[in-house]
């Protein structure tokens, strides 16, 4: 099919990723939101129901690649290695009041429509989601 392996050729893989405040790390991030729970029940609720959609559409439409949840940042760790010397720490010791929370990966037509599904993504409207083009092992973008 001509018009198919255009399209194809023409797609790339987005990594969504989620950022959220980790004083109530627990998952979906957005239902713990402070922001969110201060909003009216029908409009939880619906926003809550537009996240599920987006997430059925997307799988349905082949988009979802994959995606998962971290842990807190309390039981991670960051490694260094400065003048060939480990230095491996407790936590991130990210100065900043939201830190990544989880990932999407999505397989689109267009940096517009990862920017799309990214918006509708809950936590865009609490805290924040970068897009960023995945790049091939070869250094080629996807």
């Not at 009216?40 to 979802?64: C, D, N, W, Y």
């Not at 010791?93 to 830190?99: A, G, L, R, S, V």
Request: proline share 6%.
């Amino acid at each position: 099919m001509p018009g198919r392996r255009d399209r194809e050729e023409s797609r790339a893989k987005y990594m969504l990723l989620i950022y959220s405040n980790p004083e109530s790390w627990e998952h979906p991030m957005f239902l713990r939101d402070p922001d969110f729970r201060a909003l009216p029940e029908e409009e939880r609720v619906e926003l809550t129901r537009q996240a599920e959609a987006m997430h059925k559409e997307i799988v349905e439409s082949g988009e979802f690649v994959g995606g998962e949840a971290l842990a807190a940042p309390l039981i991670s760790g960051t490694v260094r290695v400065r003048d060939g010397a480990l230095a491996a720490t407790d936590g991130p010791f990210i100065e900043t009041k939201e830190q990544l929370a989880g990932y999407l990966v999505v397989d689109c037509d267009s940096p517009e429509r990862a920017t799309e599904i990214a918006a509708r993504i809950p936590d865009a409207r609490f805290a924040a989601v970068e897009v960023r083009l995945m790049m091939e092992a070869s250094g080629q973008d996807v």
